[in-house]
């Protein structure tokens, strides 16, 4: 099984900054692509941004050229840089993960518990 634990969440005002970061860890081999995805209330869990091994990146339209994932391999971890951040933004963010626990296993996909993200007006 794999593990995520994010954290960096918290309360900021509109226009400021927050990073968010998830470990992943437990029975990896590889894993192919890293994400974070958000899920406001009464609303449902979206995609924010994706990233692959190999450094692809796919964002959400209302989070281009604010937000920025990033990925450390070697560690196993995730990263989302949230600037210029907006009332609409606040949500409890979940990293997500596709990963392999040997060569020949099936791809299994794994979330975290999530973080909350608040951006007052």
């Known amino acids: 099984q794999v593990q995520l634990v994010e954290s960096g969440g918290g309360l900021v005002q509109a226009g400021e900054s927050l990073r968010l970061s998830c470990a992943a860890s437990?029975?990896?081999?590889?894993?192919?692509?890293m994400g974070w995805y958000r899920q406001a209330p009464g609303k449902q869990r979206e995609l924010v941004a994706t990233?692959?091994?190999?450094?692809?990146?796919n964002y959400a339209d209302s989070v281009k050229g604010r937000f920025t994932i990033s990925r450390d391999n070697a560690k196993n971890m995730v990263y989302l840089q949230m600037n210029s951040l907006r009332p609409e933004d606040t949500a409890v963010y979940y990293c997500?993960?596709?990963?392999?626990?040997?060569?020949?296993?099936?791809?299994?996909?794994?979330w975290g518990q999530g973080t909350q993200v608040t951006v007052s007006s």
């Open positions: 990233i692959t091994n190999v450094g692809s990146t």
């Open positions: 437990g029975s990896i081999f590889s894993i192919n692509v």
């Open positions: 997500n993960t596709n990963s392999r626990r040997a060569p020949w296993s099936p791809v299994v996909s794994s």
